[in-house]
């Protein structure tokens, strides 16, 4: 089969007589198709540099004519303008075109004002949408392109008709935002209204309803470094949305490095916005030691639940088991498969859990990391999307998440830092989940993750033991 694409200024008057004998031929040859584009006058330098650039080819008038490889693959094989095109159906077709000058500068005009009236009409219909502005930073991340399928989905936005998705890279390569463009969009989801890809912070955050921010700064010049270039950005990024977003915009901070820190500058440079709108993600610290806990009882992770993170997302925490339970362990008594069991009054080790169980959560993603060479980015999308489920009515009341909030006199703890806590989540909202034991020890574990959060807050080194991701 042979597939041609026309593409030309809706104006000129020869990609108006390349177009009339493509329909020709199209009628004429059962496996002749053409596709065509026509473009405003106003947008067409931009639109042929574009494609010239992203197929290798050169070429500067219009009409641009190239053939598609159907059967072979590949990008297209370019012919040229008009003359070419006119030349290659004579040679392969025995097909001409005598279309007078009169005829053509007509049906350009007509082509101009069709393409006119299309392009209003679908403003006019984008105007009248009110999408959702779904915000990801860090967007050539591994976490983010696994994280976009699943993002799109009405299980995610169950009230939301229209989805306008804006992926922000700083200082990304456009060609490769373009390819991650092309992909999403390839998916073809139902909510999806568009995709907007942003190398630097010009449009950062306008109208944002949803902000994930994945970005860790990593670079190899040290720790130093790294924590003034992630305060230098986040602080940027509190401004931005601070004056940009929509006020009931929901945050979420994820990722290995720095995570209650970024979302406590992001707390602190936008006022404006409710401190309840902002959670740091606990959650994929609390899926790895659901992992640990059920590969020592021999069960599968989804058997454990109600696991909880205290601390510093990324420094010192600690992994409370009071409320955990665990369904379908193969004890000496065993119920049906809803029947719970604590966790706690199975696993009698107390050494073990005081210990080594803490340990190996530590170790649990750095484990992924070195065997396959990237960040842990299945776990974390999953943590993300646990949160943004919740926070959007997917779970019930009674289900209990790890969250870095911002600190306001509960447990004890120090007001103004962003700590994990256990939450529940109730019609848009979250509530800390004050029904647990905050025994002495505990206490003194969660004084220290403070003391050392608000040593970081002012850029000082910790002086506690590091994790293992920071």
Known sequence: MAKFVLAGKADCPYYAKAELLADVLQRSLPNFRVHKISVLPAEWKEWLESTCERNGWKHNNSPLVWRELVEQGGKGMLLGGFSDFLNHCQDYYGITSDMSTDVMQR??????????????EERHCLSLIQPLHVWITGALSLTCQILIPSLLSTEVFPKDAAVALHLLHLEGDEEEMQRLKMDVEDLAPSVLLQVIVHTDLDQAFHEASIILLLDDFRNDAGNETKLRVTTEHYREYGHLIDGRANKQVKVIVSGDSFVNLRCSLLVENAPS??????VATATQLENE?????????????????DVIVWGNVSGSFIIDLQRAKVFNYRGAIRGPASFPQSVL?????RKW???????QVRLQRAV????????AAISATNGILRVLKAWHGAYGQDEVFSVGVLCTGFFKLPNGIILSVPVTFMDGKWSVLLDVTVDNKLQEELKLCA?????????KAPKTKQSTYS
């Open 273 to 278: 916005i409710n401190s309840h709108q902002f």
């Open 451 to 459: 003391k050392e959060l608000l040593q970081v807050f002012h850029n």
């Open 345 to 349: 009054q199975i696993l009698h080790d």
């Open 289 to 305: 030691a659901r992992a640990v806990l059920a590969k020592k009882m021999r069960v599968r992770p989804s058997d454990v639940t």
């Open 107 to 120: 049906i350009a005009a007509e082509n101009l004002e069709t393409q006119s009236s299309l392009t209003a």
């Open 368 to 375: 992924v990391v070195s065997k396959t060479g990237h960040a």
């Open 353 to 359: 859990l005081e210990t080594e169980f803490q340990q």
